[in-house]
């Protein structure tokens, strides 16, 4: 190797031209030394992306806690993470398949893997108590090709980002488990999953879109969005996700509406174990910042369903 550069120098200190052999011989190096650095460089760019991801979280949470601690609530405006396909239909939106070749999707796999979403009907009462909350209308994603013309899934029948006052019967997205007016609750909270923090089941989650309080109100100059989903092929959201404190509204629910789980033990590669109580409502400043590739802030390890308990 040392041959090799003490070569490459004699011929760059001298006056000739270069040879075909020693226009080989420098090509040769330079692919090597690519190949060594490449995946250093990889690392680093993939560390520069989860340290602006961390800054990022940190940043809106530290400003929806001021917020909240100001005003006594939490921020309108945020984007309700469905499809309205048809008056009153409402559907989640799709996971990538990590297939760039076939179009992008909404969600990343991500996301599917460590948070569990599922499509719930608000009560009048859980509408109620989230207005009170500060949430009194949302702007639906409503996707579709306008937004990205890769976009593969379903249209929704409605402007993107539609402004909605929420109300009964407004669809959202919960995590865990979700209420169908036609069936009744629905949970995917089983044993042997893997959850990002297990405190997160049964709260709605909604998006920090470019129209959200925080922004309009001047507390933060723009939407934030993760360098690690901005430049990719394979799913087109790459907004901060906000998860709202568990509502007494859904824990409380009576009849149909009683919540399906109570409780789930579960444990993590630290070694730790513990019960959490599903019936437990939250306040206001209990919510929760996720990034598009379901890492929550503060970082946490991945917690094991070990058991849960049913109602």
Known sequence: MKRLVKKVRSILSGNKGFSLLELVVVLAIMGFLVAMIAPRLAG???GAGRSVDDSNMQRLATT?????????RLPSGMTN?????????YSIPNFSNNDPTDGKEIFSAELEEVLPLRLHYLSDDEATELRRMGVTKV??????????????????????LQEVEVAEGVAVLMIGAGFDLGFGWEHDINTS????????????????GKDNE????????GSAVSPRGGNNDNYIYNNYLLVLPRLAATVNGEY????????????????????????????SHNFAVVSPE?????????????SIEEG
Do not use: C
Request: aromatic share 8%.
């Open 256 to 283: 149909d509406r009683e919540i399906p789980i109570f409780s789930v033990d579960v444990s993590n590669e630290n070694g730790e174990v513990k019960v959490v109580s599903l019936e437990e409502a939250q306040p």
């Open 64 to 72: 929806t806690a001021l917020f909240n601690e100001r005003l006594g």
């Open 294 to 306: 379901g890492v929550i802030y503060p970082k946490a390890a991945l917690w094991l369903i070990n």
């Open 81 to 89: 993470l469905i499809v309205e396909e048809g008056d009153e239909i």
């Open 214 to 221: 925080l922004i309009t109100s001047g507390q933060l100059q």
């Open 44 to 46: 680093v760019v993939a």
């Open 139 to 160: 702007r639906n994603l409503n996707p579709s090709i306008a937004m990205d013309e890769k976009y593969v899934g379903p249209e929704s029948t409605q402007p993107h």
């Open 193 to 208: 999953d893997s959850i990002v923090d297990p405190d997160l089941f049964f709260r709605i989650v909604l998006g920090f």
